[in-house]
Nanobody, 115 residues
Framework: QVQLVESGGGLVQPGGSLRLSCAAS????????MGWYRQAPGKQREVVAV???????NYAEPVKGRFTISRDNAKNTVYLQMNSLKPEDTAVYYC?????????WGQGTQVTVSS
């Protein structure tokens, strides 16, 4: 089973940037499709961005052009570069690793966008 640990969250002003990292252990990282999800208070968890084991990426409409997902298989890490942050990006961000039948989640990292 893969274990995931997110880092890099924090408080940032509108228009600022953050880079989230998700370190994986316990399994062969490169075989997993990886994703970033977020959950704001009172809302359902939603997908932000995904990157397949082959490197293909897909983004939710609200973050297209602002966020970039990437992976470094040598470091067993997936990243989410977040630019031009908005208050509506405030949420707990979760890392996900998926390879049937495995669907693993990290513990989440808080991102708060506020002046």
């Amino acid at each position: 089973q893969v274990q995931l640990v997110e880092s890099g969250g924090g408080l940032v002003q509108p228009g600022g940037s953050l880079r989230l990292s998700c370190a994986a252990s316990g399994s062969i990282f490169s075989i997993y499709d990886m994703g970033w999800y977020r959950q704001a208070p009172g809302k359902q968890r939603e997908v932000v961005a995904v990157i397949t084991s082959g490197g293909s990426t897909n983004y939710a409409e609200p973050v297209k052009g602002r966020f970039t997902i990437s992976r470094d298989n040598a470091k067993n890490t997936v990243y989410l570069q977040m630019n031009s942050l908005k208050p509506e990006d405030t949420a707990v961000y979760y890392c996900n690793a998926r390879k049937w039948p495995i669907n693993a989640w990290g513990q989440g990292t808080q991102v708060t966008v506020s002046s």
